[in-house]
């Protein structure tokens, strides 16, 4: 297995192969979106990504843990007026949501209890 624990960086069969040790996935969520002049705009995507990566490091050793791909989405309207926001209305991001935990816990079905659990920064 690679040594990592990204499934963007790991090939489906290294995927296969942890997903033998571990039915639990955590999935980062954030908004593009603008935080004042001082931030980019993934700061809440590279924020909840880096916290999970944190936990699947941390907790390692004891519990094998993947870290999804980030899914850099919110329901941010009130930005659109700053450039490079990326917003989806509300329904179209909880169906992006669903959709993505529903392929995460087709993947790994087999394990005896799927757990997958979504990181955001914001509530």
Do not use: C, Q
């Not at 069969?13 to 033998?20: C, F, S």
């Amino acid at each position: 297995m690679n040594a990592s624990f990204l499934m963007s960086e790991m090939t489906w069969p290294e995927i296969t192969e942890a997903l033998r040790k571990t039915d639990i996935v955590l999935v980062p969520v954030g908004a593009t979106e603008e935080h004042g002049t001082h931030l980019p705009l993934n700061n809440d995507i590279f924020t909840s990504f880096e916290i999970s990566k944190r936990i699947a490091e941390r907790v390692a050793s004891e519990i094998p843990v993947l870290v999804a791909p980030p899914l850099p989405f919110g329901i941010s309207p009130h930005l659109m007026r700053f450039a490079g926001t990326l917003t989806l209305t509300t329904g179209t991001f909880m169906s992006v949501v669903k959709e993505s935990l529903r392929n995460l816990l087709l993947t790994i079905e087999n394990g005896p209890s799927s757990r997958a659990f979504i990181l955001s920064k914001n509530s």
